[in-house]
């Protein structure tokens, strides 16, 4: 590891603690790079939790690059570019999504005016998305890839931050490098790792320790590991189909592995409100 990117230097940063309110309900997915199944991931954990009784927001959170539409099939009327461009309020944009049983905020891919909002317009829109959670049991935003401002604020907004990474080392690099940001931005407490394509439960927790030890040695953060999928060739049967995993192939490893932190990402919502009333 002494070579590795992971290893390259030291964070003096100091973290500041965000002054705007947290969704206690919304978990935010996230990775550092793109290409490592975040999208399909986070719209699997949507149903996951929808089948286990739960009312569920997914929100395309992908500005300008959107697709949790495409994956599932759908061609949206609404969507965020009305609400950015003033047509429509963020709740008036919600669809259904009868076959998964979650409703969903499509976004708009190819529009780049979305993905470079000006700080006040991404304030309209978060304070929008805070208004709209109160009414369900757990909202996913499924954040664009990176670490730009526009993901660091979204991010910010959620009460636990899945960061979402595979055992390639860009993907270990970028993920160390939204961890450190997120540090700075005083988000770094709520982060969680989930591993995803992992050949195995050993490779699996070897990466999640790759990423631990960079975080441990660097920047004195130890981030929860909250889970991993198994690498799996029908998630890409499911994606190519347009159909989420939990309908086409719902007893496969990965479909029994997204079921399980989502019973895990309940535990900890459970966890964190105890700890804040007590």
């Not at 935010?28 to 793109?34: E, L, P």
């Not at 939990?246 to 007893?251: E, F, G, V, W």
Request: hydrophobic residues 40%; charged residues 25%.
């Amino acid at each position: 590891m002494s070579e590795s990117p992971l290893t390259a230097e030291k964070d003096p940063a100091t973290p500041t603690t965000p002054t705007f309110r947290r969704g206690k309900n919304i978990i935010a997915v996230a990775s550092g790079k793109g290409g490592v199944g975040k999208t399909w991931f986070s719209i699997t954990l949507s149903h996951a939790l929808a089948r286990q009784g739960k009312k569920v927001l997914l929100f395309d959170g992908d500005l300008g690059l959107a697709n949790v539409d495409v994956q599932l099939g759908l061609m949206p009327k609404r969507d965020l570019n009305d609400v950015i461009r003033g047509r429509l309020g963020l709740d008036k944009v919600v669809q259904r999504y009868e076959e998964g049983g979650f409703d969903i905020i499509a976004g708009r891919s190819g529009q780049a005016s979305l993905s470079a909002l000006p700080g006040q317009r991404l304030t309209f829109l978060r304070d929008q998305l805070l208004e709209v959670a109160d009414k369900y049991d757990v909202v996913i935003i499924d954040l664009g890839a990176g670490v730009d401002r526009t993901v660091r604020m979204m991010a910010a907004t959620s009460t636990r931050t899945l960061l979402v990474s595979t055992d390639e080392p860009t993907s270990l690099t970028d993920a160390y490098a939204f961890i450190k940001l997120g540090n700075a931005a005083g988000m770094s407490k709520n982060i969680g790792i989930v591993v995803n394509q992992a050949p195995n439960t050993i490779e699996g927790e070897r990466t999640y320790k790759t990423l631990l030890k960079a975080c441990e040695n660097f920047l004195r953060l130890s981030p929860p590991m909250m889970g991993m999928v198994r690498i799996d060739p029908r998630v890409k049967e499911c994606i190519r189909n347009q159909t989420p995993l939990l309908i086409r192939s719902p007893n496969t490893e990965a479909a029994e592995d997204v079921e399980k932190i989502a019973r895990a990402v309940m535990r900890d919502m459970a966890e964190t409100r105890a700890a804040a009333t007590a």
